[in-house]
């Protein structure tokens, strides 16, 4: 059998860690192979090692067959391999030619880059693979879909045989995640060969022809995809059973926690967002809302939470108006809040674990007393978190950007929950998490509405919608324009919902 | 891969290695014997109890730049005005010397105070400018220093004193000078300073390490967006920075009027005091401790310098060319990581 890359028996280590121990992933010409595992388990060492960033301590790399020793990138780009990065290498204020030749420009006779020669190239590559690029367009002018399509093209336009994708759909809304799966069997039919990096098993299911499993840094094997199915794969890679379906009660909403009257909310254009929005919660209930990014859910969210003005409308918390409060105020009041985007809000990334736990607490006792901290309290308190929700740190002193994104996560829903507030809003609780981290947060989310609190669930992702809510709302250019129960609606319901459809009353079938 | 902490240390000491080796060897091809150059300057700066005081005296406002810088620094800000905010604390310091009459236990305080106060106003208005309109504190912070030392030279000539390029010295109450520490160092200017000096280290280690106040600085330093989000006042927190750290800096001006001089003069150009804070707080990691062993280094060189000529027939250029180079390996300080890693790699 005909390998293109065969990465054998690689163990790579790090002081104190064993990141890659004996993994074997062999990649067949022409398929599709999905390298599957936790957040931490050592998916992108593995990689780094691949494309030359890290040396492996033993083991080797055959590519065709031949054994190659990759000291650094440019090797690998020489051996055909090519990287399609998560977060984008891209320079922003140039155009898209620029950005795809930059590095290796074609040139003229006198020494200037043949601009012309690289449009033309690029176009062509773009129409053989049906990526629809603009050579011309600035970077940041176009879509996030659009820019990882240049990543693409860029590794292509090198010559590329293999392409590695990191977590590519990681980034992207659910109509490009569509397009990036025809954009790869496209290129397949053109003989390349593909890995596939991701803990997603759907995509796996959909796309991929094998799947290597890793788990905590050892290499569990290789299935074919057509004899898997989700739960194996999902038990293969956390090593246990997972439940995907997670189990809860009738939730028994009480009192009215949250009511949003008429809410009017601007972006930072100066454009009206949130048009007018009405909403209520009540404790011990999970709200859902469910809707395409961009349709005012940001700003919502930041209304409430003191981030953002409103304009009109009103805010009430347990009957309390909190309409254009502080921050701290409205913190203070009782609503826990776990951003969307945990790296710019949710975390000081150069704070240690500890430091991070007391974020809008260190003011308080015990924490200090008379403007002067008290770290042990703080130390204290975070090794409860980090015990309670399972945060793997190497200790509480240890600085929050050396964690996993499902560790920080696990943190910071460990600090919201912990202050025990009446409102929690989770804005995209589990995104990029693994399966494993997902059913955990959703097991906390639904323990908390158990115990009585109002839980405001904020995703793009249905199945997360569907799943935890106990009511769906959908919110739809700046309003909610539906209220739905999750047995009582599917997926396409809701899906025509958020795109603006209307549904008659009572009849999920009659759309206008 | 090496404690962090390990580092930090190592880092400085062996720039400063680097430096005097790279200087010794720009000696030798000058012309000049290393050996008995870096005698002349050891000699300069420790030979005898005089120049140990001399060493001291000059150190003291070395501590007080380089906090500021390094305070600045730690909750994200570049202060490059402590230039500027010394000549207002020195003249503040000055005036109220020169003009109040009162008891030493008022005036002298009095007259420190007004220097740190002095220090922070001026730095307010980098600090006001950046957080509520976001106008970037380096170009404030160097346009300030020019505002200070043409404002500080034409209030000396027309309001301080008649025409004249010198004020008068300062009342004997606001003056910092210690005849007990003098008389040990062969009446040296050494003067109580370097206390304050040392007192506003621990301050500093203090509010960034200790306080409520240091966490929510740093924090606004790290990330702003977290930082709203978690309730702090973001304008609030990079104002009080930019005002501490021109407090700081407005002492170091205290310094040099209450204490070396008594007295300030019109001059043409900067002090340098607050440009070479700058190369302070770099070498000492913008720590307090830092900060404090590298303005004795710097006093030590910049003190030892004048020996060179005399001593060993070497040009105080060479010795700026020295200090240079110990910041230039200090900047460098990536290379130097690199160096030691390799090293470490090697070695096992």
Redesign the interface.
């Known amino acids: 059998m005909e390998y293109v890359i065969e990465m054998l028996n690689i163990r790579k280590e790090f002081?104190g860690i064993v990141a890659n121990d004996n993994i074997t992933i062999q990649l067949k010409q022409g398929e599709i192979h999905a390298l599957l595992g936790e957040n931490g388990a050592g998916k992108s060492t593995l990689m780094n090692v691949l494309f030359g960033l890290y040396q492996p301590e033993q083991g080797e790399i055959r590519v065709k067959g031949k054994k190659v020793n990759i000291t650094n990138p440019n090797i690998a780009n020489d051996l055909g391999i090519g990287m399609v990065h998560q977060h984008f290498m891209l320079v922003e204020p140039f155009t898209v030619t620029q950005n795809i030749v930059l590095g290796s420009e074609p040139t003229k006779k006198t020494g200037v880059i043949n601009v012309e020669k690289a449009r033309k190239d690029i176009q062509e590559i773009s129409d053989r693979y049906g990526l629809k690029v603009d050579p011309d367009a600035k970077i940041s002018d176009i879509s996030v879909g659009m820019q990882q399509r240049v990543e693409i093209l860029k590794t292509l336009y090198r010559g590329a045989e293999v392409l590695i994708f990191d977590e590519p759909t990681a980034v992207l809304t659910p109509q490009e995640i569509n397009e990036l799966m025809e954009i790869m069997r496209s290129l397949i039919k053109e003989g390349k060969s593909i890995i596939l990096i991701t803990h997603k098993l759907k995509e796996i299911m959909e796309v991929c022809d094998r799947c290597t499993v890793i788990r905590k840094g050892k290499g569990i094997g290789t299935v074919n995809v057509a004899e898997t199915n989700t739960n194996e794969l999902a038990s293969l890679m956390v090593g246990r059973e997972v439940h995907f379906k997670t189990e809860k009660k009738q939730a028994e909403p009480k009192e009215t926690v949250l009511t949003i009257e008429n809410l009017v909310v601007k972006d930072a254009r100066k454009v009206d967002l949130v048009k007018g929005l009405n909403l209520e919660l009540r404790a011990g209930e999970i709200v859902g809302i469910a809707g395409v990014d961009g349709n005012g859910q940001s700003e919502l969210i930041e209304a409430i939470?003191g981030?953002r003005s409103a304009v009109s409308g009103k805010i009430k918390l347990n009957n309390k108006n909190i309409t254009n409060k502080?921050?701290?105020?409205v913190?203070?009041s009782g609503v826990g809040?776990i951003?969307q985007?945990r790296h710019?809000?949710?975390?000081?990334?150069?704070?240690s674990i500890g430091?991070n736990i007391v974020?809008?607490t260190?003011?308080k006792k015990p924490y200090?007393k008379a403007?002067?901290?008290n770290y042990k309290a703080i130390y204290d308190q975070a090794q409860k978190i980090i015990k309670e929700y399972d945060v793997r740190t190497p200790s509480v002193y240890t600085k929050a950007r050396a964690l996993s994104g499902g560790n920080q996560q696990k943190a910071i829903i460990g600090r919201e929950v912990d202050r025990s507030p009446d409102l929690l809003i989770a804005a995209q609780p589990t995104r990029g998490l693994d399966v494993g981290a997902i059913e955990f947060i959703h097991k906390k989310l639904i323990e908390e509405r158990d115990k009585g609190k109002a839980i405001l669930l904020i995703s793009f992702e249905l199945d997360e919608i569907m799943n935890v809510s106990d009511r769906i709302a959908v919110m739809f250019d700046g309003k909610i324009v539906a209220d739905v129960k999750p047995e009582e609606t599917s997926e396409q319901e809701l899906g025509l919902l958020m795109a603006g459809s209307q549904v008659k009353e009572g009849d999920p079938n009659a759309i206008q | 891969?090496p404690s962090n902490r390990l580092f930090t240390l190592l880092v400085p000491v062996v720039s400063v290695v680097m430096g005097l080796i790279a200087g010794a060897i720009i000696m030798h091809i000058s012309g000049f014997n290393p050996i008995d150059g870096y005698s002349a300057l050891w000699t300069g700066a420790f030979g005898d109890a005089y120049t140990i005081g001399e060493t001291i005296r000059r150190s003291a406002p070395y501590i007080l730049t380089g906090l500021s810088i390094a305070f600045a620094f730690r909750t994200g800000l570049f202060n490059i005005g402590a230039e500027g905010q010394v000549l207002v604390g020195w003249l503040a310091a000055v005036w109220v010397g020169l003009t109040i009459d009162a008891p030493m236990y008022i005036h002298l305080p009095l007259a420190i105070l007004a220097a740190a106060v002095a220090g922070g106003l001026w730095a307010f208005v980098p600090g006001i400018l950046k957080a509520k309109l976001g106008v970037h504190e380096v170009i404030v912070t160097i346009m300030m220093n020019y505002i200070a030392l043409f404002t500080t030279n034409e209030i000396i000539r027309k309001v301080l004193t008649s025409g004249q390029t010198t004020t008068d010295t300062i009342a004997g109450s606001a003056s910092l000078a210690s005849e007990w520490m003098q008389s040990i160092t062969f009446y040296s200017r050494v003067h109580y300073g370097i206390l304050i000096a040392l007192f506003a280290a621990a301050i500093m280690w203090f509010i960034i390490q200790?306080?409520?106040?240091g966490?929510?600085l740093?924090?606004v330093g790290?990330?702003q967006?977290?930082?709203?989000?978690?309730?702090?006042n973001v304008s609030k927190n990079i104002i009080l920075s930019m005002v501490i750290a021109g407090m700081f800096a407005g002492l170091a001006g205290a310094m040099e009027g209450l204490g070396t001089y008594g007295n300030m003069s019109v001059t043409a150009g900067f002090s340098n005091l607050g440009f070479d804070g700058i190369a302070v707080a770099l070498l000492g990691a913008n720590t307090a401790i830092g900060v404090v062993f590298a303005a004795f280094l710097f006093g030590a060189l910049k003190e030892g310098a004048g020996e060179m000529p005399t001593g060993a027939g070497i040009p105080t250029e060479l010795v700026d060319i020295i200090i240079a180079l110990i910041i230039f390996f200090v900047a460098s300080s990536y290379i130097i990581r690199w160096v030691i890693v390799r090293f470490k790699k090697e070695g096992k």
Do not use: C
Not at chain 1, 326 to 329: A, V, Y
Not at chain 1, 344 to 351: A, I, T
Not at chain 2, 210 to 213: C, E, K, S, V
């Open positions: 002081p939470t981030l502080s921050p701290r105020k913190t203070e809040h951003p985007d710019r809000f949710g975390l000081v990334l150069d704070y430091e974020l809008q260190y003011y200090s403007k002067v901290l | 891969m200790r306080t409520t106040i966490y929510e740093k924090s790290f990330n967006h977290a930082s709203r989000y978690a309730g702090m």
